[in-house]
């Protein structure tokens, strides 16, 4: 009995201390849910168990799901941007092109007169 009440309150601390760093991590405060920041941090300080679960629950901000290619709904929603250089039709497309090093200095000299001229 004693391990388990020494494995919760262990529990109690890391899920204390995964709350306060995820609740001081977030930039826009804004972007909390349901109390101010140092309202949350109070409330974990005060009561860790409770208010670490309460903040994961209620106040913890929404993913945005930016770059991950899922939606806020659960099913998958395109990508912003390709994830590897085989899923970029630009890549793929520049793969089968021949390039010669007369092309590429071509190229590099063009650039060059562009900045000199800006």
Do not use: C, H, N, Q
């Not at 497309?93 to 063009?110: F, M, N, V």
């Amino acid at each position: 009995m004693v391990r388990v009440f020494i494995f919760l309150s262990f529990a109690g601390v890391v899920l204390a201390a995964l709350a306060l760093i995820s609740v001081l991590s977030v930039e826009d405060k804004d972007r909390i849910r349901g109390l101010p920041r140092f309202a949350w941090v109070f409330l974990i300080l005060l009561a860790p168990l409770l208010g670490s679960i309460a903040y994961f629950v209620a106040g913890r901000p929404l993913p945005t799901g930016r770059g991950t290619g899922w939606s806020l709904t659960g099913g998958a929603s395109r990508p912003t941007r390709p994830i590897a250089p085989d899923d970029d039709p630009e890549f793929l497309r520049s793969i089968g092109k021949p390039r010669t090093e007369e092309a590429d200095l071509r190229r590099w000299e063009e650039e060059l007169r562009r900045k000199d001229d800006a």
